[in-house]
């Protein structure tokens, strides 16, 4: 019996060597480090760490290595085609070089809803483009709500409200993946068809793009890294709700100014308010984007100024847009929402408007719109309603 227990013992031992050692080498495999060569047409490969030593081939720009060590200005690297060497560190850019930061990812409680990109910190400001859920922007600074960010080469500004952050390494672009319907994607440890899968992404995911090489890129998605094969990537905002958004018509619903007199001028102004801030103002004939219809006053864009903000209805002459204007109601877990008296939580309940059902818009504003429903007039939260944008 003793001799079993023992004989037990070293299977168990050995097992657990055997063990420790597959975890070794695995944990040193997901430990490598890759440099892509840029900053030139081609690296040479030399036999050591000087620009006087054998030349081994050259590497043309967006080539992958692994780099196995480092000695003076140089990293000792092993090619593709499984050369050894050494390569110059000024054009190499390393997997354990990232710069990391703050990064807003768009995050609206209602997932079909966009978030705003502005030129400017206000709800005026002109939109430069409109993002959805899982837009990674990079963090400049926060003031008064607002994100100054980087999509890509851009600065624009976003509520803080409609993000969440992660602290993860900072890309010098924005992709999304695309594959045959929306299958997933593997996210790679290393450039390479046969290497390990990190996690696997659906198609229509973006992406913050580190390093673009050959045939890989190198990428954080939810804060992992790895590699994504370029097959399946393009570059800027391509979901499919992205290209419905830029495909749908930009002339169905517009406005003109429309005074009763024509050296009057029509004030576009920051909120649905005759105190509100005045933007700009502007001459009868000039032709106005709506992009939201109510019956007192209109959310609209003006183009050649490139600015957002809201005219009394009353003053435009409409086109292509319905006789009386009205929004849905869409609560999440298909439950009632409240008709409020005023655009605040704080306000009294008038009444409780079902999911589905319809209101007419009075005046759209950015958290509340103003309606009436049933013959009562009051303010339903933007955020239950099919009203986007904030």
């Given at each position: 019996m003793r001799s079993m227990?023992?004989?037990?013992?070293?299977?168990?031992?050995?097992?657990?060597?055997?063990?420790?050692?597959?975890?070794?080498?695995?944990?040193?495999?997901?430990?490598?480090?890759y440099a892509v060569v840029y900053g030139t047409d081609s690296l040479n490969l030399r036999a050591g760490a000087s620009s006087s030593t054998q030349w081994l081939g050259a590497y043309p720009n967006g080539s992958w290595v692994t780099v196995t060590g480092s000695k003076n200005n140089f990293y000792a690297v092993r090619t593709s085609d499984s050369k050894t060497g050494y390569m110059s560190k000024n054009f190499l850019q390393t997997t354990d070089q990232l710069t990391y930061g703050n990064v807003a990812i768009v995050n609206n409680q209602k997932a079909t809803a966009f978030l705003n990109f502005r030129?400017?910190?206000?709800?005026?400001?002109?939109?430069?483009?409109?993002?959805?859920?899982?837009?990674?922007?990079?963090?400049?600074?926060?003031?008064?709500?607002?994100?100054?960010?980087?999509?890509?080469?851009?600065?624009?500004?976003?509520?803080t409200e409609y993000t969440y952050t992660n602290y993860q390494p900072i890309g010098t672009a924005v992709a999304t993946v695309k594959t045959p319907n929306n299958t997933a994607v593997n996210m790679r440890v290393a450039p390479a068809m046969n290497a390990s899968v990190r996690r696997q992404f659906p198609g229509d995911r973006y992406v913050s793009v580190l390093y673009r090489g050959n045939g890989w890129w190198y990428v954080c998605i939810d804060g992992y890294t790895?590699?994504?094969?370029?097959?399946?990537?393009?570059?800027?905002?391509?979901?499919?709700?992205?290209?419905?958004?830029?495909?749908?018509?930009s002339g169905e619903g517009y406005a003109k100014v429309s005074n009763p007199v024509s050296t009057q001028k029509l004030n576009l102004r920051e909120l649905p308010s005759t105190a509100s801030t005045v933007v700009s103002r502007l001459s009868n004939g000039y032709k106005l984007s709506v992009l939201i219809q109510g019956t007192e006053w209109c959310k609209v864009y003006a183009d050649t100024i490139a600015a957002v903000g809201y005219v009394q209805t009353k003053y435009l002459k409409l086109y292509n847009l319905p006789a009386t204007p009205t929004l849905a109601i869409d609560h999440p877990q298909g439950s009632f929402v409240n008709l409020r008296s005023g655009p605040s939580m704080t306000d009294s309940v008038l009444t409780r408007i079902s999911d589905g059902q319809k209101a007419t818009i009075i005046a759209p504003g950015p958290e509340w719109t103003k309606v009436r429903y049933?013959?009562?007039t009051g303010y339903v939260m933007n955020y239950f309603t099919t009203i986007r944008g904030q």
């Open positions: 227990h023992r004989a037990q013992t070293m299977r168990l031992g050995t097992a657990l060597l055997l063990l420790a050692l597959t975890l070794l080498v695995a944990g040193a495999a997901a430990a490598e480090t030129s400017y910190p206000s709800y005026s400001a002109s939109v430069i483009t409109i993002l959805y859920n899982g837009v990674p922007l990079t963090i400049l600074e926060e003031s008064g709500g607002w994100y100054r960010t980087m999509l890509g080469d851009t600065v624009g500004y976003v509520r790895g590699f994504i094969s370029s097959d399946f990537l393009v570059e800027g905002l391509h979901a499919a709700r992205d290209n419905a958004a830029a495909e749908e018509p049933n013959h009562q």
